[in-house]
């Protein structure tokens, strides 16, 4: 499969925990992108990287949220001392620069 | 930053109907915007784009059509089929803000057979 693939597809977590989520965007693509989605809400832009290097961060990415992209190649997302409000898809997406963006299957967190 | 709004939020049409949602934005420094179908429980998939330099779009019952000076632009689905039921998504994004998109809300399109 060369799409975009992410990891876990299901999370249930207790609140308070740590969890981390893992994106292969497709592998010539070296933009990757993270949005968290709501029920009933479009994509939020959360943060991108442009090969290693993470450039922008949203305002919606508080301080227990981290991203890494140490090679260029996959992502992770990391979300520390969960809370029920974190509850969402994280959705994983990868693109050339000023192309079409491809999504990937997506993480659903669930935080009890 | 940029502000995307979608309407409806539900559209219920016959098969065989024209179903048509538009989008407002509000960075004129958008330049391109993207159409994605979301079937539930699955990934956001792009089924249609337009870029800034251009008006409109048709691929096959699919069409974009863009106003600039408005800011707005819209999806036209011809001859629905109950397989084009699904979550319909606008985004608008721009090479200035590094390709990241800003998504409307959805509108759940139903086709009844």
């Known amino acids: 499969d060369t799409g975009v693939s992410q990891n876990p597809r299901h999370k249930i977590t207790k609140r308070g925990q740590n969890v981390t989520f893992r994106c292969d965007p497709i592998s010539e693509h070296n933009r990757l992108y993270w949005y968290r989605q709501t029920l009933g809400q479009g994509p939020e832009f959360l943060t991108y990287f442009q090969n290693e290097a993470q450039l922008e961060k949203s305002r919606l990415l508080s301080d227990r949220f981290s991203a890494e992209r140490p090679k260029g190649s996959f992502s992770t997302l990391e979300i520390q001392r969960t809370e029920q409000g974190d509850s969402a898809m994280y959705l994983c997406a990868s693109s050339y620069p000023g192309y079409e963006q491809y999504f990937g299957p997506g993480t659903r967190l669930t935080v009890t | 930053g940029e502000n995307v709004e979608q309407h409806p939020s539900t559209l219920s049409v016959q098969e065989g109907d024209s179903a048509v949602i538009k989008c407002t934005y509000s960075?004129?420094?958008?330049?391109?915007f993207p159409w994605y179908k979301q079937e539930l429980g699955k990934r956001p998939q792009l089924i249609i784009d337009?870029?800034?330099?251009?008006g409109e779009k048709k691929d096959q019952r699919i069409a974009v059509t863009l106003n600039k000076t408005a800011k707005h632009f819209s999806l036209h689905i011809t001859e629905t089929q109950p397989e084009d039921s699904a979550v319909y998504f606008c985004?608008?994004?721009?090479?200035?803000?590094?390709?990241?998109?800003?998504f409307g809300d959805g509108t759940t399109l139903t086709v009844k057979p």
């Open positions: 985004a608008a994004s721009s090479n200035t803000n590094a390709g990241k998109s800003t």
């Open positions: 337009i870029r800034s330099n251009v």
């Open positions: 960075d004129s420094a958008s330049n391109y």
